[in-house]
C-alpha cells in the first residue's frame, strides 16, 4: 500500500528533530511521525495530545483501551506499533491480543476489571457515549479522573485511527500484524 501524503524528510526543524529525538530515542522516526512533520504545527499539536506518561492509569489498562480501540477502528497500522512496543511489557498474550481484536469483553482471558475497559471501549465506538450502568461498572475501579482520561485515550487512538487509515500508511516493518481469527495449528 502507498501512503496518500508523503512523508516530511530530514532535515527537519531543530523543534520536530528534538521531539523525534526524545519519541523515537534513537529508532528511525514513525512514518505517522514523519507525516505530520510536513507541517511542524499539526505535528506538535498531535504530540502535546498525547496520553503515553505516567497518568492515572496502569500501563496494562491504557494499552488494553489502545489495542481495543484500534482494532475497532481496523487501524493494524496503530495496533501493530503498539504490540510490538507495549504489549510484553503491559503483560497482554497471544490469547489477549487476539482476543481484543477478534473477540471480546466475554472472553475468559480477562479480568472484570479489563472487561469493563473492553465494554467502555465497545461503547463509545458504537455509540459515543458511556451509559449509566457501565459509568457505575467503571466507577467500582477507577477514579473520576481516570475514567476522563480513559474517555480522552479512546476518542485520541480513534483518530490516530482515522490518520493512519485514511493516509494509508504502510505497516512498519518491525510493528505486529493483526493476529489471525483463530489460532494456528
Not at 529508532?27 to 514523519?34: S, V
Not at 472487561?115 to 461498572?137: F, K, N, P, V
Request: hydrophobic fraction near 45%; proline fraction near 7%.
Amino acid at each position: 500500500m502507498t501512503a496518500r501524503i508523503a512523508p516530511a524528510s530530514p532535515p527537519f526543524p531543530a523543534d520536530v528533530q528534538t521531539a523525534l529525538d526524545n519519541i523515537m530515542r534513537g529508532k528511525p522516526p514513525l512514518a505517522l511521525f514523519t507525516t505530520l512533520a510536513r507541517d511542524p504545527r499539526l505535528f506538535h499539536k498531535f504530540f502535546s495530545a498525547g496520553l503515553l506518561d505516567r497518568g492515572h492509569l496502569s500501563l496494562r489498562a491504557r494499552e488494553i483501551v489502545i489495542h481495543r480501540t484500534t482494532a475497532l477502528c481496523r487501524s493494524e497500522y496503530e495496533f501493530g506499533v503498539h504490540v510490538a512496543v507495549f504489549a510484553t511489557r503491559a503483560g497482554l498474550d497471544d490469547v489477549q491480543l487476539r482476543s481484543v481484536v477478534h473477540g471480546g469483553p466475554a472472553d475468559t482471558c480477562w479480568t472484570d476489571d479489563e472487561r469493563s475497559l473492553l465494554l467502555l471501549c465497545d461503547a463509545l465506538h458504537a455509540d459515543c457515549t458511556i451509559d449509566d450502568a457501565l459509568w457505575q461498572r467503571l466507577e467500582h475501579t477507577f477514579s473520576h479522573d481516570a475514567i476522563l482520561e480513559l474517555v480522552m485515550l479512546a476518542g485520541f487512538y480513534r483518530t490516530v485511527s482515522y490518520l493512519t487509515n485514511a493516509l494509508r500508511l504502510p505497516l512498519e516493518p518491525d510493528a505486529a500484524r493483526f493476529p489471525p481469527a483463530q489460532p494456528v495449528a
